[in-house]
């Protein structure tokens, strides 16, 4: 029985990937912790309630004694690291909770797998440390091209910049200690479970509510969208078959301004809803987000030669995928937004208009 430490597994990508894992192996054991902060929430894994194969526990990632002690208890073959504060706007309001989550956890983490490992100088074998990060890392992109693993980091936001001192951390745990890693940098998911501060959500979730649709800019700014389940795929064929000390850039090879995002909601949810009410008069341009990057793209090639992965759900399926599901969760959305979600952006988005 092979057996995961996921972190951050009630957020959306980790809570993701726990359902595609429990689908497809029947011998593994899933120890999921998570802080359980405003974007981690429980509803997302009701799902596995009661699965012998997944155990939850509520903790941080900066927890030394509590991490020791989940490695004591289940001697782990995989850490899998999901857990980060992720939202660009919140890091700029408040940068250091991201350095406090995505970098010094992130350390307490690495530190807490090398005790448990390393041993009189030898790395227990198959064993297995994931690091999962972000394109944002790399920084802004031009009209032409695309980051490739050999890029240079250039973030331009607090969140960026905490991602990529974390990458920097795993990689220094390789390169000094011999640590057996691997760093994924996946471009903007999307799909069922996200927090509804990202735009896919907000968007489907004003929409149907007629509240204004806040748009950084010109709305012009690109971002490459990949499927959730996707990237949950290729983070599990890296863990599996990554070759050590490697990262693995992760791409949907569906780049789309954020307006043409606005305005196919709209037009979905139109059609659906039968509702006239719904219509690009909802659309507010706002003050552009500050060191706003305005184009992230993804070369998957590296990936697909080495381990045979690709995106296989279109920008055109997967966006009806989502749709469809936060049509049917309502009561889930109703209950993520029953906090200070809905105050703390209507008064931010006021703030800029």
């Not at 940098?185 to 927090?195: A, D, H, I, L, V």
């Not at 509510?209 to 959730?228: E, Q, T």
Request: aromatic fraction near 12%.
């Amino acid at each position: 029985m092979k057996k995961y430490l996921i972190t951050g597994c009630a957020g959306f990508i980790g809570s993701n990937f726990v359902y595609y894992m429990l689908k497809k192996y029947d011998d593994i054991l899933l120890v999921n912790l998570d802080k359980l902060t405003y974007a981690g929430n429980l509803e997302n894994l009701k799902g596995v309630e009661g699965d012998s194969r997944h155990v939850f526990v509520q903790g941080d990632i900066c927890d030394r004694e509590l991490v020791t002690s989940l490695f004591e208890k289940y001697d782990f073959d995989y850490v899998i690291n999901f857990a980060a504060e992720s939202h660009v706007d919140r890091s700029i309001t408040n940068p250091e909770i991201f350095v406090e989550t995505n970098v010094l956890g992130t350390v307490n983490l690495l530190q807490c797998t090398k005790n448990a490992w390393l041993k009189d100088g030898v790395w227990a074998e198959g064993k297995k440390y994931v690091q999962v990060s972000t394109d944002e890392v790399y920084g802004s992109l031009g009209d032409e091209g695309y980051f490739m693993e050999t890029t240079p980091l250039c973030p331009h936001s607090p969140y960026s910049s905490s991602k990529a001192s974390a990458d920097m951390f795993v990689m220094a745990f390789h390169d000094t200690y011999g640590m057996p890693v691997n760093i994924t940098r996946c471009s903007n998911n999307y799909g069922p479970y996200q927090f509804p501060e990202k735009l896919i959500p907000l968007m489907i979730n004003n929409v149907k509510n007629h509240k204004k649709l806040p748009v950084y800019g010109d709305g012009m700014n690109v971002r490459d969208w990949l499927y959730v389940e996707d990237h949950c795929k290729a983070i599990d064929m890296v863990t599996e078959g990554g070759r050590d000390g490697e990262v693995y850039n992760v791409g949907g090879h569906n780049e789309r301004p954020n307006i043409f995002i606005v305005k196919t909601i709209i037009a979905q949810l139109h059609d659906r809803l039968k509702d006239d009410g719904i219509s690009e008069d909802l659309i507010q341009y706002v003050a552009d987000r500050l060191g706003h990057d305005r184009r992230y793209g993804i070369d998957p090639t590296k990936i697909k030669d080495e381990l045979g992965w690709y995106p296989e759900t279109t920008f055109e399926v997967g966006i009806v995928k989502t749709i469809d599901w936060y049509l049917e969760n309502q009561e889930w959305m109703q209950r993520v937004t029953s906090g200070d979600y809905m105050k703390y952006y209507e008064e931010m988005y006021k703030n800029k208009a």
